[in-house]
């Protein structure tokens, strides 16, 4: 069964950083693509960037120049780089493939405030 480890959040002031990690345990992991999904409470989940097995990567308009997402194939990581966050960057972030096809994980909260 497929898990997904999600890492590195926290509670950051606005204009902050934070690196979020997530290892899976799949073994076509390279040949996958991955994506970065956050959800806002009362909200759905909400795809914030995705990486194809070429680092090909895409990225939602409100996180466009801000965020980076890469990955590791050799430790089966997707790594989401996030800087100048703000307030509404506030959520509980994700790891999971695009689409979507495994249970989500724990996720990790990030929180954004002054």
């Known amino acids: 069964q497929v898990q997904l480890v999600e890492s590195g959040g926290g509670s950051v002031q606005p204009g902050g950083s934070l690196r979020l990690s997530c290892v899976a345990s799949?073994?076509?992991?390279?040949?996958?693509?991955m994506a970065w999904y956050r959800q806002a409470p009362g909200k759905q989940h909400e795809l914030v960037a995705d990486?194809?097995?070429?680092?090909?990567?895409t990225y939602a308009d409100s996180v466009k120049g801000r965020f980076t997402i890469s990955r590791d194939n050799a430790k089966n990581t997707v790594y989401l780089q996030m800087n100048s966050l703000r307030p509404e960057d506030s959520a509980v972030y994700y790891c999971?493939?695009?689409?979507?096809?495994?249970?989500w994980g724990q996720g990790t909260q990030v929180s954004v405030s002054s």
């Open positions: 999971n493939t695009n689409p979507v096809t495994y249970a």
């Open positions: 799949m073994s076509i992991f390279r040949f996958t693509i």
């Open positions: 990486i194809t097995s070429g680092d090909r990567t």
